[in-house]
């Protein structure tokens, strides 16, 4: 039985998160359109970009949007056209919504790049909600034995980690700089670790700092701080511009800094000699491909990682958003509903 009216948050307006710009509503179950599946939700990760849609950093598209672009859940009904994922499969619902797939970007393998993409969760509605729908051909399917909050991280913060990784241009057995240590990045130094790659955390979180040393970092210290090596790559997954030349001096020559974010604050000017002579070379990470999506979970089936949760219940998603914002999430923080 699927009910008339569900649970929700929705952003009504975008401000500082003690403005409490992310508000409980009950709003009608949304129905399936051409092509797309109605999935009932069983856990939804939480997300940065979810934190600067709500204090405006991220321009929003639509008025009241439900954020959340890592939810896990059941196929409970189908729209017209769809029904290749049968009712009661599991399948992820991930931030690349949609993409023309006739344009030059799509055409070429790059369907991050196309200018008509859309996004869970801010294009459409998300996954803080007990249901969201989802175009067929943009579900992930996922296996139905693994608990479900340990899954929704994968879907973006593991997706985004690995495409920023495959920027970054690690060489094998390569130096690794990761700067910032939440949800993207303890994903992100599993898989770099497991390839043979030697694994330096900056970070000013302490917390932080011990889980990437749990996890096989090979040293961790405060993000201003130097590595005690030159990086062959590094990726920063902290959305602070000032932390960009430091990454960029901490590079060994002809090293790639990848930033993974969608957004970020502005970087201080850069001294040519210094931060990018001897071809160094700066980088950004823009969504993903459906490939990237599915290498990665074929990947993290492969080698599953070891994925560090806070669990909160759908009703307590604002507490989990100002927990985000104020860094008292180790790992990745999970919106998490009844199965059933």
């Known amino acids: 039985m699927i009910p008339t009216e569900m ?46 849609l ?35 499969t ?19 393998g790059a369907e991050n790049l196309c200018p008509d993409s859309t996004y869970t969760g801010w294009d459409a509605d998300g996954g803080y909600a007990e249901y969201l729908t989802v175009p067929e051909d943009f579900a992930y399917p996922l296996p139905g034995d693994t608990p479900a909050e340990k899954l929704a991280p994968l879907l973006c913060a593991g997706i985004i980690g ?4 495959l920027r970054g241009d690690l060489p094998p057995g390569g130096r690794l700089g990761i700067y910032g240590f939440g949800a993207s990045a303890h994903l992100t130094a599993q898989i770099a670790i497991a390839q043979g790659a030697t694994v330096h955390v900056l970070t000013r979180s302490a917390r932080a700092r011990e889980l990437a040393l749990d996890l096989g970092a090979a040293s961790a210290g405060d993000a201003a701080d130097a590595p005690p090596e030159p990086l062959d790559s590094a990726i920063l997954f902290a959305p602070v511009g000032e932390l960009v030349p430091v990454a960029l001096a901490a590079l060994d020559r002809g090293g790639t800094l990848a930033v993974a974010g969608i957004h970020l604050s502005d970087i201080p000017a850069l001294t040519y000699q210094r931060h990018l002579f001897q071809e160094r070379t700066l980088r950004s990470v823009t969504a993903n491909t459906r490939a990237d999506g599915h290498a990665y979970l074929e990947l993290a089936a492969l080698h599953p990682p070891r994925v560090t ?32």
């Open 309 to 340: 949760t806070v669990p909160y219940p759908l009703a307590e998603a604002d507490r989990a958003l100002a927990d985000l914002a104020a860094d008292r999430v180790e790992g990745a923080a999970v919106l998490t509903l009844p199965s059933s």
């Open 90 to 108: 599991r399948v992820g619902a991930a931030w690349l919504r949609s993409t023309c797939g006739h344009c030059r970007y799509c055409l070429r």
């Open 7 to 52: 649970d929700a948050w929705v952003v009504t307006r975008p401000g500082p998160i003690a403005s409490r710009p992310l508000r409980p509503v009950r709003v009608p179950v949304p129905s399936p359109g051409p092509g797309e599946v109605l999935v009932r939700v069983e856990a939804c990760a939480v997300c940065r970009t979810d934190l600067h």
């Open 54 to 88: 709500a204090e405006g950093d991220l321009r929003p598209r639509r008025p009241r949007t439900t954020p959340g672009h890592e939810a896990v859940g059941r196929v409970v009904a189908a729209g017209p056209g769809a029904g290749r994922l049968a009712p009661g």
């Open 162 to 165: 690995y495409r920023a990784l």
